[in-house]
């Protein structure tokens, strides 16, 4: 389930979907998610890869994936990206800083939290919070 989810938002973002790319995931730089669509609409970023290499479960609601990301501006990066089950649906995590060092190619980002965190942040940051039932 969690590699389909990430297979889903590669589709998405390459399609440059945003509908899709907003269901499929959460980003840290704008936790509201009308927020989030808003500004990923105005984005022009063309994605070119996002292909999961390694998936690892971290906690019960909590993988790392390790992804090949490239975009129009960031040369070919490994990356790890949380992805988190909350609310009865996987969520792919996104936006990441990576530190000028690590956006040169073959750098990876190992800012990888706990599920609390993010379950916490997505909460407080405007995620409307319903039950799994």
Do not use: C
């Not at 936006?95 to 942040?121: H, M, P, R």
């Amino acid at each position: 389930m969690v590699r389909s989810v990430l297979n889903q938002y590669e589709n998405a973002a390459k399609k440059h979907d945003v509908d899709s790319m907003v269901q499929l995931s959460f980003d840290l730089s704008w936790p509201n998610q009308e927020q989030f669509k808003a500004n990923v609409m105005k984005l022009d970023e063309k994605v070119i890869k996002f292909e999961t290499i390694a998936l690892e479960m971290i906690e019960k609601d909590l993988y790392k994936a390790t992804v090949l990301a490239e975009t129009e501006s960031l040369q070919e990066t490994q990356m790890e990206v949380p992805v988190l089950h909350i609310n009865g649906q996987w969520k792919v995590i996104v936006g990441q800083d990576l530190g000028e060092n690590q956006a040169e190619a073959g750098a990876t980002s190992t800012t990888i939290k706990s599920a609390d965190f993010y379950k916490n942040y997505f909460t407080n940051g405007g995620w409307d919070e319903r039950t799994d039932g």
